[in-house]
């Protein structure tokens, strides 16, 4: 029953991680874009990662095929509180499984007060994983985030990971039952086998 769970929970790691085709996107300058103009963000994101406290936004809320669309990155030492000062390299990737697909670069921005703003337009639906990644004293810092970009499919990766392990549990349930039935049989002849050898043995 253990290695059945242990399956079990693979299928639904591996299902949870919605398969995409190549898709083409277009990094463009955001400096045309601001807040007044779009929707709020979609995700605000706070985090710490190695020296520093990065804060990234995405807006539209919800970024749509052929519609332009931008990353705003706030990136702030954690003992000094001073942002940082070079440049920021944006590339996005599909989330395919495996994560097998290519990065494509969007862009390097600077800072525009303070803020490292990285426009986009996708010319189709899908899953997608941004990557802003920047070098402090030689150090790498990388932070990644899905987008989904279009509406979600009706039929999304829970619901095939749901069908699938009910269809999992089902056969699982059905393996065990047909093992129980099997034990028992085999039971039930040593009984008999053991209650003639024991009245053949009888005076």
């Given amino acids: 029953m253990k290695h059945i769970r242990h399956f079990l929970l693979s299928v639904v790691l591996l299902l949870l991680a919605a398969p995409a085709l190549a898709h083409h996107v ?9 807040e007044d103009s779009n929707t709020p963000p979609s995700m605000q994101v706070e985090t710490q990662i190695g020296n520093y406290f990065v804060t990234y936004m995405v807006f539209p809320a919800f970024p749509r095929p052929g519609e332009p669309g931008r990353i705003n990155l706030y990136a ?10 070079g440049k920021v390299r944006f590339t996005v990737r599909d989330d395919a499984w495996f994560g097998g697909a290519e990065p494509e670069l969007l ?16 010319s189709e639906e ?3 994983v941004i990557r802003a990644e920047f070098e402090d004293e030689g150090e790498p810092y990388l932070i990644d985030f ?3 970009i279009g509406q979600p499919s009706p039929v999304g990766p829970i619901t095939i990971a749901g069908v699938a392990l009910l269809l999992v549990l089902v056969a699982a349930n059905l393996f065990q039952r047909k093992r ?7 039971a039930a002849h ?3 086998r053991a209650s003639a050898a024991s009245g053949e043995g009888a005076p």
């Fill in 107 to 122: 862009g390097v921005q600077p800072p525009d007060d303070n803020v490292f703003r990285q426009g986009f337009v996708f």
């Fill in 180 to 186: 129980l039935q099997r034990d028992r049989i085999r």
């Fill in 190 to 192: 040593r009984d008999e």
């Fill in 26 to 34: 277009l990094g463009r300058p955001a400096y045309s874009l601001n």
């Fill in 76 to 85: 702030t030492h954690m003992d000094s509180g001073e942002p940082f000062t």
């Fill in 146 to 148: 899905p987008l989904r």
């Fill in 126 to 128: 899908g899953d997608y």
